[in-house]
């Protein structure tokens, strides 16, 4: 496999996990802070709805999570293209 192979793949794997991890925080944000926040406002979560509770905190908190993930998946990523480099060489 050539460098610029090895790129694309890397980039490619790079796009992907953003697109989902994107999604995700847009589905927890915008589905469930917006779109289905009458259905949800039935759960009480702490006193409060829990459509609120997902427009206030749980989109930030989930926001939190995605920042962790992507930057563990990416160092994951790093090593092994990284690795795949030493070989090369």
């Not at 995700?24 to 926040?37: A, Q």
């Not at 459509?51 to 160092?75: C, D, K, N």
């Not at 293209?81 to 060489?89: I, P, Q, V």
Request: net charge positive; charged share 20%; glycine share 6%.
């Amino acid at each position: 496999m050539t460098k610029e192979e090895k790129q694309r793949r890397y980039w490619r794997s790079n796009l992907r996990l953003v697109a989902v991890l994107l999604s995700v925080w847009f589905v927890v944000s915008f589905g469930l802070g917006i779109l289905f926040v009458n259905p949800l406002n039935s759960i009480k979560v702490g006193g409060f709805p829990l459509g609120f509770w997902f427009a206030q905190q749980g989109s930030i908190f989930v926001f939190i999570v995605l920042v962790i993930v992507y930057a563990v998946r990416m160092a994951r990523l790093d090593d092994e293209y990284e690795n795949e480099k030493e070989t090369d060489a």
